[in-house]
């Protein structure tokens, strides 16, 4: 893999797991450029998981917020993941992160992933989510703003754009009928969001399985 930040290649030299309570999981990956941290709370069976992403600056609403919602998805046996950046601030690095992350829950069995962003973090939501294989879709919470690329090369997946900002300065590019824009923030509306994604895939991926299984 090779680093957008400088010349130097990015490996992964291997990954250490750590239980801290309960369900949570302290998971370390080693590489060349800085080692990542992230915390896992992974639900028993379940194939389904979502990558909280934080702003880069110290925000405690965020903080809050992206905790509560971890809780409130377990509640629906949907697991979560939250990552410390390698570097705060690079967008393509922390993007980087998140595909990393991506890469170890599909080693876990887990094979259908959303993105959630906080401000800084729903950049990096769209710059991973334009890319990788496991992700089905993208919650950009507060974005600072939403790159044509990264949406156009969101293809079909499902992108949910939640400003709380109230001035509609949040321009959604092109016409994308997989964006569905709420002009403010609910988290419940966030968690209904994400359960009904993660229900519209399994009911396309059950027939799938029915067939495979009558040969």
Same mark, same amino acid.
């Not at 917020?65 to 950046?85: F, K, P, T, V």
């Not at 259908?112 to 729903?122: I, T």
């Not at 966030?190 to 994604?197: E, G, H, K, N, Y």
């Given at each position: 893999?090779?680093?957008?930040?400088?010349?130097?290649?990015?490996?992964?030299?291997?990954?250490?797991?750590?239980?801290?309570?309960?369900?949570?999981?302290?998971?370390?990956?080693?590489?060349?450029?800085?080692?990542?941290?992230?915390?896992?709370?992974?639900?028993?069976?379940?194939?389904?998981?979502?990558?909280?992403?934080?702003?880069?600056?110290?925000?405690?609403?965020?903080?809050?917020?992206?905790?509560?919602?971890?809780?409130?998805?377990?509640?629906?046996?949907?697991?979560?993941?939250?990552?410390?950046?390698?570097?705060?601030?690079?967008?393509?690095?922390?993007?980087?992160?998140?595909?990393?992350?991506?890469?170890?829950?599909?080693?876990?069995?887990?094979?259908?992933? =959303? #993105? @959630?962003?906080?401000?800084? !973090?729903?950049?990096?939501?769209?710059?991973? /989510?334009?890319?990788? *294989?496991?992700?089905?879709?993208?919650?950009?919470?507060?974005?600072?703003?939403?790159?044509?690329?990264?949406?156009?090369?969101?293809?079909?997946?499902? =992108? #949910? @754009?939640?400003?709380?900002? !109230?001035?509609?300065?949040?321009?959604?590019? /092109?016409?994308?009928? *997989?964006?569905?824009?709420?002009?403010?923030?609910?988290?419940?509306?966030?968690?209904?969001?994400?359960?009904?994604?993660?229900?519209?895939?399994?009911?396309?991926?059950?027939?799938?399985?029915?067939?495979?299984?009558?040969?």
């Amino acid at each position: 893999m090779i680093s957008s930040r400088r010349s130097e290649q990015l490996y992964l030299i291997g990954v250490r797991e750590q239980a801290v309570s309960g369900d949570c999981t302290r998971v370390t990956f080693f590489t060349t450029r800085r080692d990542l941290t992230a915390y896992t709370h992974l639900m028993r069976a379940s194939r389904q998981a979502v990558i909280l992403l934080d702003s880069y600056s110290d925000d405690p609403q965020a903080a809050a917020e992206l905790d509560q919602i971890a809780h409130d998805l377990g509640g629906q046996n949907i697991g979560s993941m939250r990552l410390d950046y390698r570097f705060p601030g690079d967008c393509a690095q922390c993007a980087i992160d998140a595909l990393l992350a991506c890469q170890y829950l599909d080693d876990e069995g887990i094979s259908d992933v =959303l #993105l @959630v962003g906080w401000s800084f !973090g729903a950049a990096v939501a769209l710059a991973a /989510g334009s890319v990788g *294989s496991t992700i089905r879709g993208v919650a950009a919470i507060h974005p600072v703003k939403l790159p044509d690329c990264c949406v156009h090369w969101m293809g079909r997946k499902r =992108l #949910l @754009v939640m400003d709380g900002r !109230g001035g509609g300065d949040i321009v959604i590019p /092109g016409a994308h009928r *997989s964006i569905t824009p709420i002009h403010r923030y609910s988290r419940s509306e966030l968690v209904d969001w994400i359960a009904s994604t993660f229900e519209s895939l399994r009911a396309r991926q059950e027939p799938l399985q029915a067939l495979a299984f009558d040969r």
